[in-house]
């Protein structure tokens, strides 16, 4: 046996024997029968700093759920703030190293917004990728040294996006360092390589600034509403940002110059090994994975119980994408259930009631599996094996395989293809997708997470970005359009999710078993419902629009 299957064995045991706490989670039952009521988790107080100095950029402090937060206010105004950051703190060159997910669109966003400043975005990639094509096609060249291989970029470059995928940041992260000038800021849009430093017992190299600038949404969203916002002033997508290294009290100033130039409306400020966390975490939960099985799990519910196929899909699929997207997106979460009639309202709350534990099984042992650093080892091996680099060769590459192939998504197409007018919030589907959402919300506040990092890996992200994808084109269409570690994720736990919603939660509605109306209780009196609503005031000014 494995010590990560060891591993594994011993934190599922901890989760069944131990109750959430502040510290630990809340026992989570194996069958649906109700002994006792598993109400909200306890919040863990967040202990971190929330506050950071920039000497060219305005703070503004919002309050959330009781905490207070500092904020910076991006948008087109502030292009000219990000110039005079930059050249304050002598960066007359950054290099994207990647073109993968967040690659072409930070390069573009921040070329765009640069322009005419005399600050060069040189993009690096691997001496004979077929990405030279994209980036040359995106309007860099070789010619004119905004192209190149990518160590020599890295050597030239005085801030370094490190934007490839994360498993090849863990294979070569060694060399990456030693390209680095003496003095560079490096930067990361994710903090996979933290915790991959972690389980080795390294770190960055010292004589470097580290910082991260995560937008909350995949790449092709940061470009189009980059895009939209030459229209309309404030569209983009938020970032969260976080200092891990600061060599001469710059790093802050240059992580939002950054996250204001790619476009973001808003920057929040989080921790690297926090935002790994809740990021690893949250697309595999209601990001990606779990809303791909909530939606395999219903639409064979509703076929079974003698729905047509289109209409099973548009009550499993087009109900979450369409107007539960909307409204969440708009005004809250606690808003779908509040648009139901009297009827409606005891359908979504039987389907909450009955999938909220069932939800928040799954996402405990996915956030442990993050946080131990089984999930980064995961990633890093699947990489390998879909690359052919596995341990001892003896494996050609595996191709990653679609998600949407299967009967089901083959309706999909029809049904987008057919559209016409709105359709309604169906009430069963609505709840089980908003279970599964409060479930992630209370876990991440339970570990600890700050108020706008929960919201913005539970709520604002899968509705602002990533659910007018699948709503565009289907699941594929979403999943794939991210990062590996997310595509990789996605996969992987979204069976899991089908699952047990599957196996325990339609089970207890169907045979009317006892259902814990106190979970209902708590969502409708949940502090994160006013938080939520300060954090609707920040979404983008336009809503993004997908081919």
Known sequence: VSTQSTGVTQLAMRRFATRFSQTSFTKLPCLAPVTQPIVALSRSKFTGSLDFDTKHFDKEEIHLA????????????????????FKANGIQKVGVIGWGSQGPAQAQNLRDTLEGSGINVAVGLREGSSSFAAAEAAGFSRLDGTLGEMYQVISESDMVLLLIS????????????????????????????????????????EDCSVVMVAPKGMGPSVRRLYEQGKQVN??????????????????????????????????????????????????????????????????RRYTAEGMDDEAAFKSAVESITG????????????????????????????????????????????????????????????????????????????????????HMWQVGKKVRSERAGEISVHPFTAGVYCAMMMAQIDLLLSRGHCVSEVINESVIEAVDSLNPYMHARGVSYMVDNCSVTARLGARKWAPRFDYNLMQQAYVAIDRKEPLETELMDAFLSHEIHEAISVCAGMRPSVDIFVE
């Open 66 to 85: 009781g905490t207070t937060e500092s904020v910076i206010v991006g948008g087109r105004h502030l292009f000219p703030k990000v110039v005079d950051a």
């Open 166 to 205: 994360d498993q090849a940041c863990a294979d070569h992260h060694q060399e990456v360092f030693k390209a680095l000038k003496p003095g560079a800021v490096l930067g990361l849009s994710h903090g996979f390589l933290l915790g991959h430093l972690d389980s080795l017992g390294s770190s960055f190299p």
């Open 234 to 299: 404030g569209a983009g997508i938020n970032v969260s940002f976080a200092i891990e290294q600061d060599l001469n009290g710059s790093a802050a100033d240059l992580a939002i110059a950054w996250g204001v130039g790619v476009g973001a409306p808003y920057c929040f400020q989080t921790g690297l090994r926090r935002e790994f966390t809740s990021d690893i975490f949250g697309e595999r939960g209601i990001l990606l994975g779990g809303v791909h099985g909530i939606a395999e799990s219903l639409f």
């Open 323 to 406: 107007p539960i997207t909307k409204t969440i997106s708009h005004v809250g979460i606690k808003a779908v259930y509040d648009g139901l009639d009297h009827d409606g309202k005891q359908v979504f709350a039987d389907a909450y009631c009955a999938s909220y534990v069932p939800s928040l099984d799954i996402l405990a042992e996915c956030y442990e599996d993050v946080a131990s650093g089984n999930e980064i080892s995961s990633v890093i091996l699947a990489g390998r094996r879909h690359s052919g680099d596995s341990t001892g060769g003896e494996l050609r590459p595996l191709p990653m395989g679609e998600v949407d192939n299967t």
